[in-house]
């Protein structure tokens, strides 16, 4: 059975979430996962909304960063500011320094203040002015863009697609659902009275049951092939890394967790290949049009010939 602590949290945000129940699985496999998300898909589907739902849910401090053209990095990590009593400069953190951050628009920003974001996700930390500050646990970035905007917006660059464990496509509301959105309105009624239904520490502890989730040799042996047939395959430039592999595998272990279960199954493999790897790989076809959809198309070939293991 899955822990009582995740289903309060489903049905938390599913209060004011109408749009499909994979986003939300996806959402929380990136939470529990330890790891940070990436919600990408065209306006007016609700990202926002989901983020939103996902921090209020949690006890913790949460902070959203407008991303802007005109966004410098000090305005995610913070600043110093001359203390005319002691004579010193006195470090004012940024909104960087949250439990739950939501960076909104991301490709709005230049890739400077993109890059501001990377030693945060990598390694939990700060470093500013030769001071190393750490991050307290839980420590998520949300990140939301429009993958087909592209007038005042840039490119992420492979580096920092890296950083994030999985991209989550909302897609649209089914017809039944929008007409609930429609009637309700939640983002406009409810979304503000959301109470929260879980603590950082649970985060934490469920984060520190990843690890512990068994993985046997076949599960292994699984991601192993997907991973070198996308290194080989005659249509890619650029396979899944080593990094991809260890985010994949931790992904498999949060959705074991998620799905109340102490071992992996191949369909969790099989379930977060795309969401996981495909933000990581290049594909010859994106190198000649820019069309990053074949890249998902490409990794659906390859998960679909490799034999499944029992």
């Known amino acids: 059975m899955p822990d009582p602590r995740i289903q309060r949290l489903k049905d938390n945000i599913a209060s004011v979430f109408y749009g499909p ?33 996902l921090a209020k849910s949690i006890d ?34 940024g909104p960087i320094f949250a439990n739950i951050v939501l960076a909104d628009e991301i490709n709005r920003t ?31 970035v949300i990140a939301t863009q429009n993958p087909f905007e592209f007038e005042g917006t840039y490119y992420l660059p492979e580096n920092q697609l890296d950083r994030f464990l999985i991209r989550v496509a909302v897609g649209y509301p089914d017809r039944a659902a929008e ?27 469920l984060q520190d049951k990843v690890p512990g989730v068994k993985l046997d040799s076949a599960i292994v042996n699984y991601i192993l092939d997907i991973v070198e047939a996308s290194r080989n395959d005659e249509e890619i430039h650029l396979g899944v890394s080593p990094r991809g592999s260890l985010a994949l595998t931790a992904a498999v272990q949060a959705s074991a967790i998620l799905n109340g279960r102490d071992y992996a199954l191949p369909d969790d493999v099989k379930a977060l290949v795309i969401p996981v790897c495909a933000h990581r790989v290049i594909s010859k076809a994106y190198l000649q049009s820019g069309d990053a959809r074949m890249t998902a198309r490409i990794l659906q070939r390859i998960v679909d010939g490799i034999p499944v293991p029992n």
């Open 60 to 93: 913790c401090k949460f902070s959203r960063i407008q991303l802007t053209p005109d966004l410098l990095p000090s305005d995610v990590l913070g600043v110093s500011i001359y203390n005319n009593v002691t004579q010193t400069f006195d470090f004012k953190p």
């Open 110 to 140: 230049t890739p400077r203040t993109q890059s501001a974001l990377l030693e945060a996700m990598s390694e939990e930390q700060v470093s500013f002015e030769n001071q190393t500050f750490s991050l307290k646990r839980p420590f998520m």
């Open 21 to 53: 129940t994979k986003a939300v699985d996806q959402l929380l496999i990136g939470l529990i996962g330890r790891g940070h998300v990436l919600v990408e898909d065209v306006p007016g589907v609700g990202k926002t909304v989901l983020c939103r739902a």
């Open 179 to 205: 007409a609930k959105i429609l009637t309700v309105q939640p983002s406009r009624t409810r979304l503000d009275e959301l109470k929260s239904v879980m603590t950082g520490d649970d985060v934490v502890s």
